[in-house]
């Protein structure tokens, strides 16, 4: 059997170009084998352009995508069968029921004729749908809807799941419910998924690839994200003194990258703003000069970057104008919520909209 760290997926310099557009550029990244990755970046960043060229759906302008040692251009039957994919928009046929859409999915996945039944009936178990499995698609709510595409994406139980934004459009005990989903079929299925929402993918993900117009702006778990913004240590104090005073001191310490001092709400106080350089702890040597000086510290705070700092700078430094303010931190995904929790009374109010995409 394969250990974990066993090389799944892997993409190397891959180019996608509309036009004069270039929506995917350069991109590289490998998946291993056992772990949840989040492919994180705002609206138009090229999650889906990526997700729908290693799924084989549209070719790239040049790179290759290597899945399970099947390169998805020249083996695409090998690379497709070791894939389950979950697309933005699934596609679903509103005049099906559940039960029968399942059958035909698994029916174009080639499920033997003979496993078809009961295969399905372990996938509707699997995903909860038993409720639901009589029911024409069109009729149910879009947090059931979802689930149907996740469990068409799991027919066949390939190894590798690819979603494209699930929890989109889900109201808050959705998208729970579709997080530990996800966490459950994490112990039998490497997983990506992609969102550009950050708390989202911090929830369930072990591995980050943030990309921004259409590049690699960083990968690792969230702690190594952590980590690697914080190779300069940021700290805050408020000091008894004068700017002046405060000044001739902070010039005297070398580690000090760059300083920054304003007046404090205290009276006769400053606040000092500095940025260390490397990840020594200076903060004895600063407290020993000031107050040496005659400058007591009223008090000094080390200023942690919180992976969503680090979301938003990586984003912003690759940002273009197509994507500036689609970023959503949490704050900003309150907001959706409710129009989600909206948009899910109405569907509950029996619906017919026009789901189907095939
Ligand atoms: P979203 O979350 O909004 O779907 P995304 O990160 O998935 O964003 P993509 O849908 O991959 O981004 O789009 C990346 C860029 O490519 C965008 O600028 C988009 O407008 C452009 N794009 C995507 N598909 C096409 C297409 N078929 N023709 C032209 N441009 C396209």
Known sequence: M????????????????YGAHTAVDDLSFTVEKGQIYGFLGPNGAGKSTTMNIMTGYIAASSGTVVINGN??????????KCIGYLPEIPPLYPDMTVWEYLLFAAELKKVPGKQR????EEIVQKLQLSDVEERLIKNISKGYKQRVGLAQALIGYPEILILDEPMVGLDPKQIIEMR?????LAKEHTIILSS????????VCDHIIIISGGKLAASGSPEELQEM??????????VLGTREQADEILQQINEI?????NNAEE??????????????????????????????IMSMNRMEKSLEDIFLKLTDESETEENAGSIETEESVQTDVSDDIEENEMNEQEESDDDGNL
């Open 117 to 120: 039944i009961e295969h399905v």
């Open 257 to 261: 990258e760059s300083y920054e001092i």
């Open 196 to 203: 550009h929402i950050l708390s989202e993918v911090s929830a």
């Open 229 to 238: 913004m914080q190779t300069k240590a940021e700290l805050e104090l408020v």
């Open 71 to 80: 390169d998805i251009l020249k083996e695409p039957v090998n690379a497709k």
């Open 180 to 184: 530990d989903l996800i966490k459950g």
């Open 267 to 296: 009276a006769d106080c400053v606040k000092i703003r500095l940025d260390v350089s490397g990840d020594k702890d200076i903060r004895k040597e600063i407290s020993v000069a000031l107050s040496g000086a005659g400058l007591p």
């Open 2 to 17: 394969e250990k974990e760290g066993h090389i799944l997926i892997q993409v190397e310099h891959l180019v996608k170009r």
